[in-house]
């Protein structure tokens, strides 16, 4: 493979690049998943307050954009096993109030590494995590945290994630793929934050996002979600709360 | 159903009937479905003891089979109300009882009709219930029996099996495809069997059956299970018990 096809490009580079991040994370997550309130509220921020850390890696032989990586500075002085349980959620929040605010950051977290599925399993991955790295390493920041979204949890929606990130492989690894991608280059797991979206919908919003029909209040396992969701059909809406795991690089 | 193309087989009008229909439920099930205990020890009986209630569709255009049906006799002298939860494995230890001790059976009862998947989509499923069906009358018995198993129920493996019998469709048909074939050709749900098929194995074969691992013991999603599954490390050993529906065709 050439060494050169895949290149890092930042927002500015490309006129489409906005359109273009779009599509991968529409083909990398599961429908539902674009639905959480935050993220539809607070996404543009990315790009309005904190356009230095968003990066994507393009394919130079197809043009083709292949990943992208987001994430976003913001102030933290406790303990970092004193990260909240809101996870993706409230960091979202956080970084744009400390901005807003004028609060100096001293920490990055990381939002979304997405790799469409066409470039899975070429080593991807590792390459943007440590792109995203170096972002933070230029902004002196020692650490870079992550509310990781370990997916492969969505086969154990049964299993607590507390139990589920204990699990290992034969070589001591995490049992879950992206939680070892991470682990490889050092990351280490804080703790899990129970509540790091939470997605609500009605029954026919949710009927929509995931194929599935719910006739009656209760608990339904659905396609991509790392949890069941609860349905409530008398109030005609559907919650979804997503477990996500912290975890840390030291940067420097 | 093209008729001229599809004819209906059975082991004593076709010399070479075992050879056609060998692999085709293998094809038809999910791996772990082919480890009950019930059906491994009895299988053989059906063409030992009940030759002329195998049947299968052959497509005469390609020179295989399309699909099978396999039934047999048994004795049943209460209400069909109180037919037991025992289901599928009750079924087959009874005929089989039965017949060894010459009781002279009075209902007929199916317990599978295959597509295979190449035919899917042909419409074979009620040709090849009406063919059971013509069974059951040719012999003189009093009705169809069967423990259905309701495919679609695998995508509401936390709804008990009570609840989602009464799901209906906007016909008023039930709500899951399979039972809704049987509905449709006059087929009445009679009741739940819950422990229709008991399926035990080590953790090591559920392993190898459905591509997971369970590192822990509890409850577990398995891919085109009905109802989780129940994995304990400790005595090595996961447990499946899976719930059927009782349906009866009355023949007239």
Redesign the interface.
Known sequence: MNPNRFQLITPNDLADYRDRANKIAEASWPEFMLHDPIADEYWHELFDRFIEYQFAMLDTEMNRMAAMGNSLPFHWDQDLSELPEGGWDWVFVKATEDHKNGVASNIQSAIQVAIHPDYQGQGLSTKMVQAMRAIGESKGFRYLVAPVRPSEKS?????SID?YIA?KTDEGLP?DAWLRVHARMGGKIIKPCHEAMTIRGTHTEWEAWTG??F??S????IPGALN?IEMEVDQDEGVYIEPNVWMVHEIR | MDTDRFQVITPPTRADYRDLVRGLTKVAWPEFMLHDQVANVLWHELLDRFPEYQLALYDTENKRVAAMGNSFPLRWEDTLYNLPEGGWDWAFEEAVKDHEQGLSPNYHCAIQVVIHSDYRGHRLSAPMIEAVRAVTKAKGLQALIIPVRPSEKSKYPLISMADYLTWKNEEGLPFDAWLRVHARLGGKIIKTCHESKTIRGTRAEWEAWTRMKFPQSGEYIIPDALVPIEMDVVKDEGIYVEPNVWMVHEVG
């Open positions: 086969k154990y929606p049964l299993t139990d699990w049992f599935i029909k006739p009656q209760g608990r339904y396992v069941p």
